[in-house]
């Protein structure tokens, strides 16, 4: 009874799965089905009770994991997506630990889908330029290097140095606010500029820097520098 009443009033998804390639369910809480938005007749109705059907990554790997964990004895302990009712991703917490003689999983499953959605805000954060939405310069250079290396010389790239001529004197006679509008202005521009696969960023204060690809000539590169003389 007590047993019950725990997997029953648990705030966590609680879940009993076979040990099958579909991790089908044997006997879920109603938290669980809160989480998915599954009725315990949709949930048999539409997957068959296949955890696996509403797992968004890719399943061998995970499988991979499961297989791994058994044959070392040890629980697991991953995260990764799946999709609830009305198609929404989600970003869940799994421990599970098998017990062999039923030959079972018995799983504890979190939703941290506010936490991933709050790292990916840091991470955007971190990485762009407040003022202009490009590339900050940390970010830039880590771009540019990731990409230079993937090139290993199959293709030609050039830099594009970008400062704006007597900015000094807008911010002396017209104030940082419009120092900072002009800044904006030219972020604006040279995103409209150039396609989406070049990398674009401001390096601080009104110097902009854009890496280029498939250069295959001096000629091409001047023109492309002349789009930028505005």
């Known amino acids: 009874m007590q047993y019950k009443s725990f997997f029953k009033n648990n705030a966590c998804a609680l879940l009993i799965c076979k040990n099958d390639p579909y991790s089908t369910i044997v006997e879920a ?8 938005g599954y009725s315990r007749e949709s949930m048999e109705q539409i997957h068959k009770n296949r955890f696996s059907n509403i797992v968004c990554d890719e399943l061998i790997d995970i499988l991979d994991k499961v297989s791994n964990a058994i044959n070392k004895g040890d629980s697991l302990d991953y995260e990764y997506r799946i999709c609830n009712q009305k198609g929404e991703t989600l970003w869940i917490h799994d421990i599970a630990t098998y017990d062999p003689v039923s030959d ?8 941290i889908t506010y936490r991933q959605i709050a790292l990916e805000s840091v991470s955007k954060v971190a990485n762009i330029d407040s ?3 490009l590339l900050n310069r940390s970010h830039l250079e880590e771009k540019i290097t990731q990409e230079i ?28 606010l419009i120092g900072d509008h002009v800044l904006a202005t030219m972020g604006e521009k040279l995103s409209a500029l150039f396609e989406s696969n070049y990398i674009i960023g401001r390096l601080g204060g009104d110097e902009f ?10 000629e091409t590169l001047s023109a492309i520098a002349q789009t930028i003389s505005f």
């Open 104 to 111: 079972q999983f018995y799983v504890v499953i979190m939703d």
């Open 209 to 218: 820097a854009v890496f280029l690809t498939n250069i295959d000539s001096i």
């Open 131 to 133: 003022l202009t939405g």
């Open 149 to 176: 290396e993937s090139l290993k010389g199959s293709s030609s790239f050039a830099m594009c140095l970008i400062d704006l001529d007597n900015f000094k004197a807008i911010n002396d006679s017209f104030g940082h």
């Open 29 to 36: 809480n109603d938290a669980f089905y809160k989480m998915v």
